[in-house]
Every structure is written in C-alpha cells, then in structure tokens.
C-alpha cells in the first residue's frame, strides 16, 4: 500500500522531467549549433587556410547571405569556386565584383585565372595584366607571377 501512495508523485515528476526535456532541450540545442558571423567567418578563413575549399564556401555563402556587401566574403567564395574548378561563372562574378569594392589586390588574378580556366584567355589576360600593375613584388613572388 506505501508503493501505491508514491506511484502518482513519480508519474507527475516523471512528466514534469519529460515536460521540460522538451521544451528546453531544442532551445540549447539550437543555441549551440547557431555559429555567429564573427565565429562562422573564422572557421571559414580557417577552412580555407587549410585547403577545406568545400567548407569554407559553404561557409562564406552563409556569410555573403547575412552581409552581401562584404566585399570579403565575396571575395573568399569566389576564390573558393576557382580552388574547386566550379561554378567559374559564378566565380568570374564573385571575383568581378569583389575586386571593385576592394578586396585584395589577388583579386584581379585569381579573376584571371577563373576567366582562364573558363577558357575566356583575352579576359584572363586582362586581368592578369591589372594585376601585375598593382600587384606588389611580394605579391607577385607568392603567386609565382
């Protein structure tokens, strides 16, 4: 008879338990998989660092998406399309854009190179030209221009 008296008070805890199980577990689930943008762009710049082009592109598209006049994001999906061999139109426009609202100088090269690879060699060259007029010798030694 003392089992039956606390069969009700663990069945009204055990639901309270489940009760909030489910209403707050998705709310800190949620929090920890939502990177912010300062985060996010560090793990796509390190992503890119370490040659993850795939994921550093997803990452910046996300970026370009919250902030599109971030001529860095742009600049970094860009770049991230032409490292894949993918998508050079988008590419070409990514790079286009990103290299008039400065972004690196690199910028006109690696344009360059996309309009190249897209088998565009009178662009590609333009480009590669506009580049080598801004680049600086560093620059240009890193690039093996």
Known sequence: MVNNMFIPSIRSFISVVLLLGLTVHPFLFGQAMTAGPDQLNRESRSSFE??????????????????????MHVYYAGRCLVEL??????????????????????????????YHLDYNFSEAAKNYSKFEQLATRQQMKDLRV
């Open 85 to 114: 061999n993918e998508d050079l139109d988008d590419a070409i426009e990514l790079l286009y854009s990103a290299s008039r609202r400065g972004a690196p100088t690199d910028a006109y090269f690696y344009l360059g190179r996309a």
């Open 50 to 71: 370490a040659g993850d082009f795939r994921s550093a592109l997803n990452g910046f598209r996300i970026l370009m998406e919250k902030d599109p006049n971030n001529a």
